[in-house]
């Protein structure tokens, strides 16, 4: 598709500056797969990305938690939630389930989801995978769009590189 594209992130500041380009660009009603080895820069674009969104504290990873819920108050339109799950502990399905984990994929949010083929038999399909690759300098990112939103999403994320 013609939205995809890759970019190269030199450092940890450039992930935190995607990240705020990719919080000019979402919308609620939108489900993201990051994928990436240990330490490839997931967590730090979810750090850049609710930066970029105003939220003003602590982000931390959810390894142990599963899922960090975030209330975004919104510059335009209604506010949403933001869910950041991080499935790499992940083993169960019935977990899921019990935990009530589907119910936060809706209309009103926004949820990334590292580690995803730990559970890609319950998940939502993705709107939008972004992949990290672990280059001798820096990071590669690869960004895919895979539904109409998603689609919408990225044709925005690139013109906000473009004019950054």
Same mark, same amino acid.
């Given at each position: 598709? =013609? #939205?995809? !594209?890759? @970019?190269?992130?030199? $450092?940890?500041?450039?992930?935190?500056?995607?990240?705020?380009?990719? %919080?000019?660009?979402?919308?609620?009603?939108?489900?993201?797969?990051?994928?990436?080895?240990?330490?490839?820069?997931?967590?730090?674009?979810?750090?850049?990305?609710?930066?970029?969104?105003?939220?003003?504290?602590?982000?931390?990873?959810?390894?142990?938690?599963?899922?960090?819920?975030?209330?975004?108050?919104?510059?335009? =339109? #209604?506010? !949403?939630? @933001?869910?950041?799950? $991080?499935?790499?502990?992940?083993?169960?399905?019935?977990?899921?389930? %019990?935990?009530?984990?589907?119910?936060?994929?809706?209309?009103?949010?926004?949820?990334?989801?590292?580690?995803?083929?730990?559970?890609?038999?319950?998940?939502?399909?993705?709107?939008?995978?972004?992949?990290?690759?672990?280059?001798?300098?820096?990071?590669?990112?690869?960004?895919?769009?895979?539904?109409?939103?998603?689609?919408?999403?990225?044709?925005?994320?690139?013109?906000?590189?473009?004019?950054?």
């Amino acid at each position: 598709m =013609g #939205e995809d !594209f890759t @970019l190269d992130l030199a $450092d940890e500041a450039a992930t935190l500056n995607f990240g705020g380009s990719l %919080a000019k660009a979402i919308l609620p009603d939108l489900t993201i797969y990051l994928h990436g080895d240990l330490g490839a820069g997931k967590t730090t674009l979810v750090r850049g990305l609710l930066h970029g969104l105003g939220f003003v504290g602590k982000v931390k990873s959810p390894t142990y938690t599963l899922i960090e819920p975030y209330e975004i108050a919104a510059n335009q =339109g #209604e506010p !949403f939630n @933001l869910y950041h799950f $991080d499935l790499y502990r992940f083993n169960d399905e019935e977990e899921w389930e %019990a935990a009530g984990f589907r119910d936060y994929f809706n209309a009103d949010s926004v949820c990334l989801i590292e580690w995803p083929e730990k559970a890609v038999h319950i998940l939502p399909k993705p709107d939008i995978d972004i992949r990290f690759d672990i280059k001798r300098s820096g990071r590669a990112v690869a960004v895919f769009a895979h539904s109409l939103r998603g689609r919408q999403c990225v044709q925005k994320i690139k013109k906000q590189i473009e004019l950054s």
